[in-house]
């Protein structure tokens, strides 16, 4: 079965429409790798800080080969060059870091983040519009 990644991402407030429109600028940078089956950004709703990106994978191994690809690499740096252009920071990331970047034009959009792991065990599918 498949293998689902969630980054948990901590967002201050000033800084989730910069997040969002970082992740926007990379749309499609994912979709075209082996073994990517789905992706989405989540935005909370609930007061909480944290935003889910989430990703689902045919297997762990797919995974960490997209994760060493010249893609992720090029959609990293991509990012970092838009904030660092945008006087966003020092080139340090597209929406998310370990605890850097606690503010609008320091770095990252996130302050903290978390990668959760999981195995798809059981699921359903849905209809696509």
């Given at each position: 079965m498949s293998v689902v990644k969630i980054n948990v991402l901590?967002?201050?407030?000033?800084m989730r429409e910069e997040l969002e429109r970082r992740f926007a600028g990379r749309a499609g940078m994912v979709e075209s790798s082996d073994g990517f089956e789905w992706f989405e950004l989540l935005r909370p709703l609930d007061g909480t800080d944290r935003y889910l990106v989430y990703t689902r994978w045919r297997s762990e191994e797919d995974f960490q080969r997209w994760q060493q690809s010249a893609a992720f690499q090029?959609?990293?740096?991509?990012?970092?060059?838009?904030?660092?252009?945008?006087?966003?920071?020092?080139?340090?990331?597209?929406?998310?870091?370990?605890?850097?970047?606690?503010?609008?034009?320091?770095?990252?959009?996130?302050?903290?983040?978390?990668?959760w792991t999981f195995e798809v065990i059981q699921s359903t599918g849905h209809k696509q519009p």
């Open positions: 901590t967002v201050p407030d000033e090029r959609g990293h740096a991509q990012a970092a060059g838009d904030a660092a252009a945008q006087g966003h920071g020092h080139g340090q990331g597209h929406g998310h870091g370990q605890a850097a970047g606690h503010g609008h034009g320091q770095g990252p959009a996130a302050t903290d983040s978390d990668l």
